[in-house]
Structure formats: C-alpha cells, structure tokens
C-alpha cells in the first residue's frame, strides 16, 4: 500500500518570504500522480498543484512549484513570495495511475503553515 | 467555473439515526468518491463510485455506510446508524477520466451528539 509522509506538523513564513514543504511517499508503482492541496480554516480543499510522475519536468503554478526527486520519491512544495492569504493546511497527496478505476489519493498528514506579517 | 456542491454545510444529528450527505459531482463526471477527515487528523479515503457501482472502498466504509446515485446527478452518502466517531469533514469528489484532476466539493461537517 502507499503512504506518504508530511514530516513537518507545523511551519511558518514571513510575508513575501519563501517557505518550502516537505513529502515524502512509499510506492512500488511506476505510473502515478502527486498532489498539493491547501485546506484553509473553511476547511474546503483547494489544488494547490499537480505533477505526473512520468514528467521530468517540475511543475509550477504562479508563486507556486515543486521539487520532484522520484528516485527519491521526494515531492516538496515551494511557495514565493508568500501572502497572508497563503495560511492554510497543506496537504500532499498520491493517486494511483493506469487504468485503475478506484484512484482513490492517499493523504499525508498535513503541514499548517502560518504567515507572520 | 463547474464545482462540486455537497448539502448540507453542516449536519447535527443524534446518535443512532441515519444521515444523508447529498453531493452534486461535475455533471460530465464519470468517478466519484467519498473522503472523511475527523477534525485535526488527516483525510481519509471512504469509497470510490464508478458505472453505478463501488470500485473500491476503505476498512472505515463497513455496513453502516452506503451511497447512491438515485438520478444521474446525485451521489449520496448514507449512514445508518450514526456513532459518536462518525462526527467529521465529509468530503465528495468527481472527475471525469483517467489521469484527471480530482476536485472536491466544500465538504459536510457532521456532527452527532
């Protein structure tokens, strides 16, 4: 079974600063996609970012990109220029990919993130 | 932008009676899926809808859970017999196909007193 790992509970930034977040996961899979979703205190779930595994590439949104080490099975989270708005749970996620009907993610744990003015 | 809506927000019931948690996926979604988080611990995978059928479920979907797409545009969850325990962040999710993005609806806070 995966599982993947947020081995930070808590972090903190400060404004305009950059902040990067840590995952880390366990799969034998070769085909599979990983997630950042932020959890703000609404506490709906917003996607933050995504990336494929078969892409080399790093993937990055606006203020936002990864770090995606697979032979290290390491996928962090950076965030620029961080923004007060950006205070949220953080959480990295893993799906499975081919053709699998269930694909249900595998959460961590989470990372709060707070961002000190 | 289409989202996925779920009703209630939130939803206070008594121990042993039966919610519904009703959810609106995409409408050209064809996978669906529901998630539980217990406040302060992580989300947690419920069951996977697919073809009108469940394609996967979790340990924590036992008996007293089941879910229903009634009329090809709701997907609800049942729970028969609510616990204390059951009291969590519910979470519906569609997509349409392989390799596309999961995205989540708002979520239903149960609380069962």
């Known amino acids: 079974a995966q599982t993947v790992t947020q081995s930070q509970p808590e972090m903190s930034v400060q404004e305009a600063e950059t902040v990067t977040l840590s995952c880390t996961y366990d799969?034998?899979?070769?085909?599979?996609?990983l997630f950042w979703y932020k959890q703000p205190p609404s506490r709906q779930m917003i996607l933050v970012i995504r990336q494929e595994a078969y892409k080399q590439q790093n993937a990055t949104e606006n203020r936002f990109s990864v770090n995606f080490q697979k032979a290290a099975k390491s996928f962090s989270l950076k965030i620029s220029d961080s923004q007060l708005g950006d205070a949220a749970m953080y959480f990295c996620a893993y799906r499975s990919g081919g053709d699998n009907y269930g694909q249900n993610f595998v959460f961590g744990p989470g990372t709060r993130l707070s961002v000190l003015p | 932008e289409p989202e996925v809506t779920q009703t209630p927000s939130h939803q206070v019931t008594q121990m042993g009676q039966e919610v519904i948690l009703r959810c609106v996926p995409i409408s050209n979604h064809l996978y669906f899926y529901w998630y539980r988080q217990i406040l302060g611990q992580k989300v947690e995978f419920l069951v996977s809808?697919?073809?009108?059928?469940?394609?996967?479920k979790s340990e924590i979907f036992d008996d007293q859970f089941s879910v229903e797409r009634p009329d090809g545009s709701n997907f609800t969850l049942k729970i028969r017999s609510t616990k204390l325990e059951d009291s969590a962040m519910y979470f519906c999710a569609s997509r349409r196909g392989t390799g596309a993005i999961q995205y989540f609806g708002a979520g239903t806070r149960l609380s069962v007193l």
């Open positions: 799969t034998s899979e070769s085909d599979y996609y």
């Open positions: 809808f697919y073809n009108n059928e469940i394609s996967e």
